[in-house]
T-cell receptor, first 112, second 114 residues
Framework: SQQGEEDPQALSIQEGENATMNCSYKTSINNLQWYRQNSGRGLVHLILIRSNEREKHSGRLRVTLDTSKKSSSLLITASRAADTASYFC????????????FGKGTLLTVNP | DAGVIQSPRHEVTEMGQEVTLRCKPISGHDYLFWYRQTMMRGLELLIYFNNNVPIDDSGMPEDRFSAKMPNASFSTLKIQPSEPRDSAVYFCASNTRGRDGELFFGEGSRLTVL
């Protein structure tokens, strides 16, 4: 079963706008990660946030985590055409399980 | 440093044939993961290894699938016999910290079974 579910499934914005993607999950976690995938390529890690953290920044990326709501959001500020890609959240299942499970992703299109 | 290397990048085969996908993880990484990606089911974890030992293969769809890691620098995923529903992109990923670190993905092997 899917642990993480991204929302929306697809998002289309203009260059310069901000893009926000959400992820919800079901069980307690140790950490949550966000990945990016360009068409026809492998996934690339963007950021990891631990369960005891509420917010994290990396360049134009801002990730929040609300463990009480079992949700996370990824904000990309001042988007660029090169940000066009699919974005996935990945969660572990807590405990000693070392598996990471991925949602189905949000397809972001940034129009120039 | 070279990243995770997968081969072949593309494979087209006929139903019933054996398919072998290969992966070379990043040197020094002791976790290796095999994922399958389809439009319908997204990314599914098939199996993962730690120090060459399979730890969790609960995602392997059925007995037609098998995976091995004979040494720290090589892993294979085999499908025998292949079926059209096995058509997908298969990704290999590695890291040094399991769930606590970022995964480094290969570029994937796109399998088409006719």
């Amino acid at each position: 079963s899917q642990q993480g579910e991204e929302d929306p499934q697809a998002l289309s914005i203009q260059e310069g706008e901000n893009a926000t993607m959400n992820c919800s999950y079901k069980t307690s976690i140790n950490n949550l990660q966000w990945y990016r995938q360009n068409s026809g390529r492998g996934l690339v890690h963007l950021i990891l946030i631990r369960s005891n953290e509420r917010e994290k920044h990396s360049g134009r990326l801002r990730v929040t985590l609300d463990t009480s709501k079992k949700s996370s959001s990824l904000l990309i500020t001042a988007s660029r055409a090169a940000d066009t890609a699919s974005y996935f959240c990945a969660t572990d299942e807590g405990g000693s399980n070392y598996k990471l499970t991925f949602g189905k992703g949000t397809l972001l299109t940034v129009n120039p | 440093d070279a990243g995770v290397i997968q081969s072949p990048r593309h494979e087209v085969t006929e139903m019933g044939q054996e398919v072998t996908l290969r992966c070379k993880p990043i040197s020094g990484h002791d976790y290796l993961f095999w994922y399958r990606q389809t439009m319908m089911r997204g990314l599914e974890l098939l199996i993962y290894f730690n120090n060459n030992v399979p730890i969790d293969d609960s995602g392997m769809p059925e007995d037609r699938f098998s995976a091995k890691m004979p040494n720290a620098s090589f892993s294979t995923l085999k499908i025998q016999p292949s079926e059209p529903r096995d058509s997908a992109v298969y990704f290999c990923a590695s890291n040094t910290r399991g769930r606590d670190g970022e995964l480094f993905f290969g570029e994937g092997s796109r399998l088409t079974v006719l």
